[in-house]
Structures are given as C-alpha cells and as structure tokens.
C-alpha cells in the first residue's frame, strides 16, 4: 500500500507529442517560470485523485506547507496516511500498524518538498504538445535512489508564478509507479503545523 504515494504511471497528464524543440531562451523562461511557481506557494490545498499502474484510484485532501510539509488525507475507509513533517515523508498503514520513514530528499517528492532540491539544476522540460501545459522531469543523476518525478503545471494567471500545478508523475527506486492528479485548489490560508503530524498505530 505504500507504493501508492511513492511511484509513478503513464503520463496522461500531459500527451508527450513529438513537437520541435523549443528554443533554449523559451525553455529557461520555462523552467525558470516553474521554479517561481514552486516558490510562490506558501500555502496550499486541493484535491487529489492518486492512481497506481494496475490502474487502483484512491482520492483525498492535499494540504501542502512550505517548505517541506504536506499532508495526504485519504478518502474515508481508506486506512492509509502519508504526512511530512518538514524533514521526514511518513507512510503510515492503519490497518496493519506500520509506519514508514524517508528523509524528504530521498523521495521523488523531494522535488516538490525539499528546498535544498534545485528544481532549474535537475529539471528538464518534456513536450505536451500544448502551449498551455508544461511539463518538467526531475531526476539527480548521480543519484538515481532518489527516483524520478514528472511535474505538470497549467498556465493560469491566477495561480502563483503563473502556474497551477496540475499533478505529477513519480517513479521511485524500485520503480513504482503512481500518478497524482489535483483538482480545486486554494492558495495563502493559514495552516497549522500541527496538520503535519500524525497518531501512531504502533503505540
């Protein structure tokens, strides 16, 4: 059940349309624009539809805190959680009381989360095929353990940077696969830190 949170599938976010190359200006304003994005999000929350490769869905809230926080509340009857704190990703199973625990920076979420990962040093544009779509892969190579993540955003001038983050996909280590989509998102609430912990099932 953990692989949920971690992998990655097919990217239908984004159709990858083979399409000329864009411009090296045009692309570094791209990623340029993503990394404003990322940084411009304080507070986050949205919806979130989580689907694995065998093609599962689960749904839930996202709320995001940066940097470093986010917390994945899964649909009633779903007994999973995955919440972290700053500096740790928790994957915590209700229903068989195990609990999980990973420096950020070594999930493909890091991406998203840790500030220390430089998303316009390891980021690399992929064609969508629509302009109003783009599409960022970030990957370490040195440092393939810490998996890989596709980032999707939609241009939307109401969204910070420019740009609303419409999901993303993540392959990890082992190469699981998981495909989040985001839906009605808000931005600049106050959340609580103590959002981000959580109750032990070990105890």
């Known amino acids: 059940m953990f692989a949920l949170a971690l992998g990655a599938a097919a990217l239908p976010l984004a159709a990858t349309v083979p399409m000329p190359a864009a411009s090296a200006q045009a692309q570094a304003g791209d990623i340029d624009q993503v990394v404003k994005a990322l940084r411009g999000i304080g507070t986050m929350t949205a919806n979130f539809t989580q689907t694995d490769r065998n093609g599962q869905s689960f749904s839930g809230k996202l709320t995001l805190k940066r940097p470093g926080k986010i917390r994945f509340q ?11 704190d700053g500096k740790a990703l928790t994957f915590v199973d209700y229903e068989v009381a195990q609990v999980q625990r990973y420096p950020i920076g070594n999930s493909p979420l890091g991406a998203l989360l840790d500030p220390n990962r430089d998303v316009k040093r390891y980021g690399k544009l992929l064609p969508t095929g629509d302009p109003n779509v783009v599409s960022v892969e970030v990957r370490d190579p040195k440092k393939p353990e810490f998996g890989v993540i596709t980032l999707i955003f939609r241009r939307d001038s109401g969204a910070p940077g420019g740009l609303e983050l419409a999901g993303w996909v993540a392959l ?15 931005y600049g609430m106050s959340v609580s830190n103590n959002t981000f912990r959580y109750r032990d099932p070990r105890k």
């Not at 899964?74 to 972290?84: A, D, F, H």
């Open 172 to 186: 990890d280590a082992q190469n699981t696969r998981t495909t989040v989509r985001l839906s009605g998102h808000r």
């Open 74 to 84: 899964y649909e009633k009857g779903v007994p999973l959680l995955v919440v972290s």
